[in-house]
């Protein structure tokens, strides 16, 4: 089973950034992705918003730094963890932009983008980018059958669609994948349907541990014999015992005991799990991350 992280700083919503984030920059970013790159993390994975509303930022906060501009800059100074959009609300923008973007990305970085994607959930986002946000959902299964072929192997992509029509119209470079994964992010039944059906992988969106299966149960219905990657968050993690309150839901203790909880996962049926790790600094974060590759990570 393996395991990534969502970067800390690049998104500062209040349900789950911790206070030195605030004063945090891109230095930070970068010791944190080249920590999951030591430890073995499978990926890192940054956040998609172009802009929050007033009455959002309270909650939200403004800070959401661009996915590809972001995971670009850290395919510099990584060598071999994946780079993933989780998510890409990639219905607001043309999918042959998205297609020159992620295409660049996995070209610079030599292979490693897993592209996310989901539907959105901000109506004034859609609005102020003149795209109809009661369409989303029917926009975004259009938008992954094109970017199926704008991320091919073809130089002239052709889809023909009632949102997109192209055909004719060369992007390089390619990527270098010969097929970039595309993990679908959502619970709601039509994500979860769109996951089984259009989907590389699925991103499941707060379920607790007790709704998976149920999920994991349907996806593979829909899905039939076609292999699916399925992803989970865990609860907040701490290796060790805190000296300080990590709150109620987090799960601490021994590596053992942890790796026993998580092994729960993988008999779902789970194949990936996206860890986050109470810290109140960025080296107590990338010490929990290296203590968790060593001490966690060989026992899932």
Do not use: N
């Not at 109620?248 to 026993?260: K, N, Q, V």
């Amino acid at each position: 089973m393996e395991y990534g992280i969502q970067l800390p700083v690049q998104s500062q919503s209040t349900l789950y950034t911790e206070p030195w984030e605030a004063g945090a920059g891109p230095a930070d970013l970068v010791a944190v992705a080249r920590a999951a790159d030591r430890a073995g993390f499978a990926y890192v994975a940054c956040c998609d918003h172009v802009a929050i509303p007033r009455r959002l930022a309270g909650a939200m906060s403004t800070v959401w730094y661009d996915p590809v501009a972001t995971l670009a800059h850290l395919a510099a100074v990584t060598e071999r963890v994946r780079l993933l959009s989780h998510v890409a609300v990639v219905g607001l923008r043309h999918p042959l932009l998205t297609a020159k973007q992620y295409a660049t990305l996995d070209h610079l970085s030599g292979g490693r983008l897993i592209l996310g994607v989901g539907a959105g959930h901000v109506p004034e986002e859609f609005e102020a980018l003149g795209v109809d946000f009661r369409r989303r959902g029917a926009l975004l299964d259009e938008t992954i059958d094109a970017l199926r072929a704008a991320l091919g192997p073809e130089e002239f992509p052709v889809h023909h669609g009632k949102a997109y029509d192209f055909e004719a119209l060369g992007q390089r470079p390619r990527p270098a994948q010969a097929r970039v994964p595309i993990w679908v992010g959502g619970s709601s039944p039509a994500a979860v349907r769109r996951a089984a059906l259009r989907g590389d992988g699925w991103l499941p969106q707060g379920d607790p541990r007790d709704r998976l299966p149920a999920q994991i149960d349907r996806l593979r219905r829909l899905r039939g014999d076609t292999p699916l990657t399925i992803g989970a968050l865990t609860e907040p993690l701490y290796v060790s015992t805190p000296a300080w309150d990590v709150g109620r839901r987090t799960l601490h203790g021994t590596p053992e005991s942890i790796a026993e909880s998580l092994r729960e996962y993988r008999a779902m049926g789970v194949h990936q799990i996206q860890v986050r790790f109470r810290s109140r600094s960025r080296t107590e974060l990338t010490d929990q991350m290296a203590a968790f590759g060593e001490e966690v990570a060989p026992m899932l």
